[in-house]
C-alpha cells in the first residue's frame, strides 16, 4: 500500500531531527574557552541547499544556529545573575553585557529627525530598553550618556588596525568610549554601535562588552582635532563644518577617530586632546552636547612629516 505524501514528509522530518545533533559541525577549537567569545569561523561558509545538499544544509544552519544561541545563553546568565543581585531598581536597569553589532543604514531616522543621515557620522547607539528605563528611574539629566567597555577575558582579542586606516595610534590600547542613544528598540543583550567606535575599542560583530548608564562624565572646554586630510583644512569655512558637525556628537572619547561628511565627501579626525570644565583639566572623556566648547585643528596627518628610524650608537640601524 502506498504510502501518503504527507506521511513520507513527517518521517523526513523526524530523520532529519534525528540525525541533526549528530552530524551537526563542531565549531572549531579557539584558544579561549570562554562562553563569551565568539568565533565568526563557524558562520562560514553560508550554508547554501543547491551546494551542500538537504542534510549537509542543515546541518551546517545548526551549527551555525548553535554557535550564536550558546552566546546569547551566556550574556542572559550573565545579566539575570546581576539583576538578581542588584541593590537596587536603578542599579539593575543600569547596565548590561551586550553582544554588539555595528549600525547600518536600517536605523537610520525618518527625514526631518536631527541624526537622519548620521548614523556613522554621530555617537548614537541603538540600545535595550532597559536603558531607557534607567533614564526614568535615574532621572539623568541631558545628554543621555554611556559608557561602552571592553572586558578582560570576556571581549575576544582586538582586531589589529592598520596604522595608514582611519583610526588613532593610540586607539591600540582603547578600552572605553562614550556615546549617546539613537533610540532603545534594541533586542535584549544586544547593542548596536557606529562602525568608528567598532574600530576604535578593536571590536568584531558579535563581541561582547559591558554598557552602563555614565552620569559622571564632565562638561567639555576645549577639544583639539587632527584630520586625517590637509583638504578639509582647506575648505573656506571649514570651522563652521565643524561646529555643525560635533553636534552629532553627544561627547568625545580622548584617542579615537571620529568621522564627518560633507558634500559627499567623509573626513576623519583624532580626538588629540580633550579638556574638561571649568579647570580645564586634561580628561579621557568630556560632554561637548549643551556645552561651549572650543574647538581646533592641529596640523593634518598627511603634513607630519614622517619619524626617522632610530640608529644605535655603531651607526647602523
Known sequence: ???????????????????????????????????????????????????????????????????????????????????????NTVEAVSYRRCIVLPLDERFDPPMGVFSHGHVDTGDKMSLSRNFWDAIVNSKAEVPWLFEVSRVDGVTSPRVVVPTEEHSHPSAANLSRSVGGALDFRSPDNYAFLPRWMFAALGLRPRDVVDIRL????????????????????????????????????????????????????RYHFDVVDLRSAPRGERVPMAKVQDCDIAAEFVRARDQLKPRRKRRDVGGVK
Open 1 to 87: 500500500m502506498a504510502r501518503h505524501p504527507l506521511s513520507q514528509l513527517a518521517a523526513v522530518l523526524l530523520l532529519t531531527i534525528a540525525v541533526l545533533p549528530s552530524t551537526a559541525a563542531v565549531p572549531p577549537a579557539t584558544s579561549s574557552s570562554s562562553p563569551f567569545h565568539f568565533d565568526p569561523t563557524t558562520q562560514y561558509p553560508t550554508p547554501s541547499l543547491l551546494r551542500d545538499g538537504f542534510f549537509p544544509f542543515l546541518s551546517r544552519k545548526w551549527s551555525h544556529a548553535q554557535s550564536i544561541a550558546l552566546l546569547e545563553q551566556a550574556v542572559e546568565d550573565h545579566n539575570a545573575e546581576y539583576v538578581a543581585t542588584s541593590s
Open 214 to 265: 555614565a552620569t559622571k562624565t564632565p562638561p567639555g572646554s576645549a577639544v583639539r582635532l587632527r584630520p586625517h586630510t590637509s583638504a578639509f583644512v582647506n575648505i573656506g569655512n571649514h570651522q563652521a563644518v565643524l561646529e555643525t558637525e560635533l553636534k552629532h556628537y553627544s561627547a568625545l572619547t580622548l584617542g579615537t577617530t571620529i568621522p564627518f561628511d560633507y558634500r559627499g565627501e
